[in-house]
């Protein structure tokens, strides 16, 4: 809600800005704001896309490095934002499927903990249920 309202007083502002430096307020103008707009709503829509991102990738980079084996398919569902709101803890639930000596297993782990320390995030040990497909 507080971008939302955030991103309506940057519209507002520009809208006033460029009324101010031509006197008016046509159909260039407002193709101008339009086309500001939809580069604003873009460009925050592919920021929040990496960010949902980031963690299941980076959950993929941290199993394949530990484990040796490559995750086929990836699900992933933040479990804390439902109560806290966190910048610093993150608390997920990932459902895989992996591929191990010819056999494909779905595993899930749950309550998978990443911590951020200044620009590094560390994931805490984990513990996975794999069962056979």
């Known amino acids: 809600m507080q971008i939302f309202l955030g991103i309506i007083l940057v519209i507002i502002l520009i809208g006033i800005i460029i009324y101010k430096l031509d006197n ?67 608390i997920y639930k990932f459902t895989y499927i992996i591929k191990k000596n010819g056999k494909e297993y779905l595993c899930v782990a749950n309550n998978v903990n990443i911590n951020k320390i200044q620009d590094e995030y560390i994931f805490d040990k984990w513990t996975e249920e794999c069962k056979e497909q």
């Open 24 to 90: 008016k307020f046509e159909k260039r103008e407002i193709i101008i704001l339009s086309s500001i707009v939809i580069i604003v709503i873009l460009v925050f829509t592919m920021y929040q896309k990496n960010q949902e991102n980031f963690f299941p990738n980076a959950f993929k980079e941290k199993y394949k490095q530990e484990n040796n084996i490559e995750i086929l398919k990836l699900s992933s569902e933040l479990l804390n934002n439902k109560v806290v709101s966190s910048k610093d803890h993150y």
